[in-house]
């Protein structure tokens, strides 16, 4: 089960138990105990977790993380890509050589993408762009007839 320590020191501390204490009810190890408190183990197993519930007259459920106990269920449909094409991911040199985006270089493009000037995906420091990153960056530098830009005064 997933474990919420802090909620297990809350509910030691509140009863004024020490973990020597809570040791000797559950006959858990009080180092294993406090690296539970501290979150740094998460999950245990469920006889575990219970034993530590009847010691701190809680529930099972007073000491986990209920929601990282329930399996996630969708309650939307994910949306359909029109396209093939709307799922696949270019390169920045792609993109260029393919002229989609008014950049000279995909040098330029990539410093742009670091700096979150553009809209683009940043899979583990990959830059990377869907065709719905280039519509969008394609409808932020369009230039609408009629329209003149203004300078700040």
Same mark, same amino acid.
């Given at each position: 089960?997933? *474990?919420?320590?802090? &909620?297990?020191?809350?509910?030691?501390?509140?009863? #004024?138990?020490?973990?020597?204490?809570?040791?000797? *009810?559950?006959?858990?190890?009080?180092?294993?105990?406090?690296?539970?408190?501290?979150? *740094?183990?998460?999950?245990?197993?469920? @006889?575990?977790?219970?034993?530590?519930?009847?010691? *701190?007259?809680?529930?099972?459920?007073?000491?986990?993380?209920?929601?990282?106990?329930?399996?996630?269920? &969708?309650?939307?449909?994910?949306?359909?890509?029109?396209?093939?094409?709307?799922?696949?991911?270019?390169?920045?040199?792609?993109?260029?050589? #393919?002229?989609?985006?008014?950049?000279?270089?995909?040098?330029?493009?990539? @410093?742009?993408?670091?700096?979150?000037?553009?809209?683009?995906?940043?899979?583990?420091?990959?830059?990377?762009?869907?065709?719905?990153?280039?519509?969008?960056?394609?409808?932020?530098? &369009?230039?609408?007839?009629?329209?003149?830009?203004?300078?700040?005064?």
């Amino acid at each position: 089960m997933k *474990l919420d320590g802090p &909620a297990i020191a809350r509910a030691r501390r509140a009863q #004024n138990m020490s973990l020597r204490k809570l040791q000797k *009810l559950t006959g858990l190890d009080r180092g294993y105990l406090s690296r539970m408190e501290r979150g *740094l183990i998460r999950e245990s197993a469920d @006889e575990r977790v219970q034993s530590i519930a009847d010691a *701190l007259q809680v529930t099972s459920d007073d000491i986990t993380d209920k929601e990282k106990n329930v399996t996630a269920k &969708a309650t939307k449909t994910p949306p359909i890509a029109a396209d093939e094409n709307d799922l696949r991911r270019y390169t920045p040199e792609e993109v260029i050589d #393919n002229r989609w985006l008014p950049y000279k270089s995909a040098r330029v493009l990539r @410093e742009k993408a670091y700096k979150g000037e553009v809209h683009c995906h940043k899979d583990g420091g990959v830059i990377s762009f869907t065709a719905e990153d280039i519509r969008k960056e394609n409808d932020r530098h &369009a230039v609408v007839p009629g329209q003149r830009k203004t300078r700040a005064a």
